[in-house]
């Protein structure tokens, strides 16, 4: 490049985008400014002669190996982004919303049950948050290419709890459904379950590859998995995770590319056993006959001419169901104010668990009530935007497969405490009381944000880093021409 092409460049009105190019130029500048040039044969270079080729191409290189590294950082950012803020953002207030109506469901039941410490559940359910937060930033930022590895050996693991809660389980309001020591540490196999058999049939889906079109490989495997679980479920017994765990790996299995026919006959059979489960076992006629005379609203004398059984008018489910009834139809629209709610003052059983949300009526009303399904909704939805944007099939079927068992869970328990359902036992996520299931359910939102970690740049960042790329060539080409001149 000669001295007056460098200062004709240095001139010109250049954006920001160009400095790398104007140093080039200064370079030249300030070699001709310094004190007489001499190369290795000790000959003096005049100020208004070229710049040696060798020095030219010197700084050329230097030019270019910049630019590739400036290239490497931007497919890095491509291909790497941050955790997904709306999603992250929303759990953040379903925590919130759920701890706050927490305290106001269960600081009566705590003061009567607990020795007079209202704070008893608040207490231990912000703790299990805190460390279940924590848990599930560090399972964010860790790679989930690495659960491949240990998918059969979770799925085992769990198989081996759910036939252990058989023989030493706890048992609480006559179902088995729990392992721990005493008080001090308790938590449903089940919840364990879930989370392995979605990341296990997420794996096992992702391997098969178009295999998963047959019946060998794609229905026949899936389906004794799911029988082999539903059947230790039903022994505790435990329906709505029966339910819930059926429901999810089929909607995985269907994501997965399961070939739709052979996957009908396997909704088929589920369909007949589920059948087979309700109708042919006491535990569960009695919640659905229970359910259905109670909905329609007779009096006691009338339902004893359905059932012959004169206890089961005076059962806890029963007496569940009809508190819940007058708790969320005393809330109105605006509800009796956070705090104000009378059923849960030892009427309705159990309020801070399965039916938190009929206290959350009762205090906030329909408004409050919508609220809260719609940020579900919005939770819902964001869950499978990451689901459809994963990086890969194995990221996309372990988003869709929680999401879509969350989605399962929460239209339960509020179909349960509105009537819709018979009574299930299934939790609300965020707001129910639970420690290792609060737990659990931060590990799987851990899952979903390190797949969204992942997820490549959007279409529109790609194209306007292309076009810097576009512009960072085109202002190369220009300084080439002024130094051939």
């Given at each position: 490049?000669?001295?007056?092409?460098?200062?004709?460049?240095?001139?010109?009105?250049?954006?920001?985008?160009?400095?790398?190019?104007?140093e080039t130029a200064s370079d030249v500048l300030r070699m001709s400014d310094e004190a007489p040039h001499e190369e290795a044969s000790g000959k003096v270079i005049p100020l208004n002669e070229e710049v040696q080729p060798e020095t030219t191409?010197?700084?050329s290189e230097k030019r270019r190996k910049k630019a590739k590294k400036k290239k490497k950082k931007i497919k890095l950012s491509e291909r790497v982004g941050g955790l997904d803020a709306p999603f992250l953002m929303l759990i953040v207030v379903?925590?919130?919303?759920?701890?706050?109506?927490?305290?106001?469901?269960?600081?009566?039941?705590?003061?009567?049950?607990?020795?007079?410490?209202?704070?008893?559940?608040?207490?231990?359910?912000?703790?299990?948050?805190?460390?279940?937060?924590?848990?599930?930033?560090?399972?964010?930022?860790?790679?989930?290419?690495?659960?491949?590895?240990?998918?059969?050996?979770?799925?085992?693991?769990?198989?081996?709890?759910?036939?252990?809660?058989?023989?030493?389980?706890?048992t609480i309001n006559n179902a088995k459904r729990w392992l721990g020591v005493g008080d001090i540490f308790t938590f449903q196999p089940s919840e364990v379950a879930k989370v392995a058999m979605v990341v296990a049939f997420s794996s096992y889906?992702?391997?098969?590859?178009?295999?998963?079109?047959?019946?060998?490989?794609?229905?026949?495997?899936?389906?004794?998995?799911?029988?082999?679980?539903?059947?230790?479920?039903?022994?505790?017994?435990?329906?709505?995770?029966?339910?819930?765990?059926?429901?999810?790996?089929?909607?995985?299995?269907?994501?997965?590319?399961?070939?739709?026919?052979?996957?009908?006959?396997?909704?088929?059979?589920?369909?007949?056993?589920?059948?087979?489960?309700?109708?042919?076992?006491?535990?569960?006629?009695?919640?659905?006959?229970?359910?259905?005379?109670?909905?329609?609203?007779?009096?006691?004398?009338?339902?004893?001419?359905?059932?012959?059984?004169?206890?089961?008018?005076?059962?806890?489910?029963?007496?569940?169901?009809?508190?819940?009834?007058?708790?969320?139809?005393?809330?109105?629209?605006?509800?009796?104010?956070?705090?104000?709610?009378?059923?849960?003052?030892?009427?309705?059983?159990?309020?801070?668990?399965?039916?938190?949300?009929?206290?959350?009526?009762?205090?906030?009303?329909?408004?409050?009530?919508?609220?809260?399904?719609?940020?579900?909704?919005?939770?819902?939805?964001?869950?499978?935007?990451?689901?459809?944007?994963?990086?890969?099939?194995?990221?996309?079927?372990?988003?869709?497969?929680?999401?879509?068992?969350?989605?399962?869970?929460?239209?339960?328990?509020?179909?349960?405490?509105?009537?819709?359902?018979?009574?299930?036992?299934?939790?609300?996520?965020?707001?129910?009381?639970?420690?290792?299931?609060?737990?659990?359910?931060?590990?799987?939102?851990?899952?979903?944000?390190?797949?969204?970690?992942?997820?490549?740049?959007?279409?529109?960042?790609?194209?306007?880093?292309?076009?810097?790329?576009?512009?960072?060539?085109?202002?190369?080409?220009?300084?080439?021409?002024?130094?051939?001149?």
């Amino acid at each position: 490049m000669k001295r007056s092409n460098a200062r004709r460049y240095l001139g010109m009105k250049t954006s920001g985008r160009q400095e790398e190019y104007r140093e080039t130029a200064s370079d030249v500048l300030r070699m001709s400014d310094e004190a007489p040039h001499e190369e290795a044969s000790g000959k003096v270079i005049p100020l208004n002669e070229e710049v040696q080729p060798e020095t030219t191409r010197e700084l050329s290189e230097k030019r270019r190996k910049k630019a590739k590294k400036k290239k490497k950082k931007i497919k890095l950012s491509e291909r790497v982004g941050g955790l997904d803020a709306p999603f992250l953002m929303l759990i953040v207030v379903l925590s919130l919303v759920g701890l706050v109506m927490l305290f106001s469901a269960s600081y009566s039941y705590a003061y009567y049950y607990e020795g007079g410490d209202s704070f008893y559940f608040i207490r231990r359910q912000t703790m299990f948050a805190i460390v279940g937060f924590v848990i599930m930033l560090v399972i964010a930022n860790i790679p989930y290419q690495i659960y491949h590895k240990f998918a059969t050996i979770g799925l085992i693991n769990a198989l081996v709890l759910l036939v252990l809660v058989l023989f030493i389980g706890q048992t609480i309001n006559n179902a088995k459904r729990w392992l721990g020591v005493g008080d001090i540490f308790t938590f449903q196999p089940s919840e364990v379950a879930k989370v392995a058999m979605v990341v296990a049939f997420s794996s096992y889906v992702d391997r098969l590859g178009s295999r998963m079109k047959t019946l060998s490989y794609g229905i026949a495997p899936f389906l004794g998995v799911l029988g082999m679980i539903a059947a230790l479920l039903m022994k505790q017994p435990h329906l709505s995770a029966t339910i819930i765990i059926v429901l999810t790996g089929i909607a995985i299995l269907f994501l997965g590319g399961a070939h739709l026919g052979k996957l009908t006959i396997l909704i088929l059979i589920g369909g007949a056993a589920v059948y087979w489960i309700v109708f042919g076992m006491g535990y569960s006629i009695e919640r659905i006959v229970v359910w259905m005379l109670h909905g329609l609203n007779l009096e006691e004398a009338t339902i004893l001419k359905f059932v012959n059984n004169p206890a089961l008018i005076e059962s806890v489910d029963a007496y569940q169901s009809l508190q819940s009834f007058y708790a969320v139809g005393s809330g109105g629209l605006w509800g009796l104010g956070l705090g104000q709610s009378r059923q849960k003052h030892l009427f309705l059983p159990e309020p801070s668990n399965d039916f938190i949300f009929a206290i959350l009526c009762e205090e906030l009303g329909f408004v409050g009530a919508m609220v809260v399904i719609l940020l579900f909704a919005a939770f819902i939805v964001r869950g499978y935007y990451i689901a459809i944007r994963a990086r890969d099939k194995f990221g996309s079927l372990i988003v869709g497969g929680i999401i879509t068992m969350l989605a399962l869970q929460i239209f339960i328990n509020i179909s349960v405490v509105c009537g819709l359902l018979p009574v299930t036992g299934a939790s609300l996520p965020f707001f129910s009381y639970g420690g290792t299931s609060l737990i659990i359910l931060y590990a799987q939102m851990g899952l979903v944000l390190a797949v969204s970690k992942q997820i490549l740049a959007p279409e529109s960042v790609r194209r306007e880093q292309d076009k810097k790329q576009r512009e960072r060539s085109e202002e190369f080409s220009v300084i080439s021409r002024i130094g051939e001149e």
